[in-house]
């Protein structure tokens, strides 16, 4: 039987891969925000559920991108006439 990779639970290496950063960084700047999945630790190790951390980065990505449209329109609102 194959687990789904949503599913599966990922250890702080993985987890780094997923998400682009490091491991040492996934725990210990990422795994403290509150905003960051639940640890899952069945064996005692930190591990992240797949699913979740995928679904926690395009809540961020979406956020960041709603940030940089608000910052584009404000350029254009304040352009000249003649620049649009």
Same mark, same amino acid.
């Not at 599966?8 to 491991?23: F, I, K, M, V």
């Not at 899952?40 to 190790?45: E, V």
């Given at each position: ?22 491991? #040492? ?12 999945? &639940? #640890?899952?630790?069945?064996?005692? &190790?930190? /591990? ?20 940089? #449209? /608000? /910052?584009?329109? &404000?350029?254009? &609102? ?7």
């Amino acid at each position: 039987m194959t687990i789904p990779f949503e599913l599966r639970s990922l250890d702080a290496t993985e987890a780094g891969e997923l998400l682009g950063y490091g491991p #040492r960084y996934v725990s210990e700047r990422l795994a403290c925000r509150p905003d960051f999945p &639940k #640890r899952a630790d069945p064996d005692g &190790k930190p /591990r992240w559920v797949a699913g979740e951390l995928l679904a926690w980065r395009e809540a961020i990505q979406a956020g960041r991108q709603v940030r940089r #449209r /608000r /910052r584009g329109s &404000k350029v254009a &609102k304040n352009a000249s006439p003649d620049a649009r």
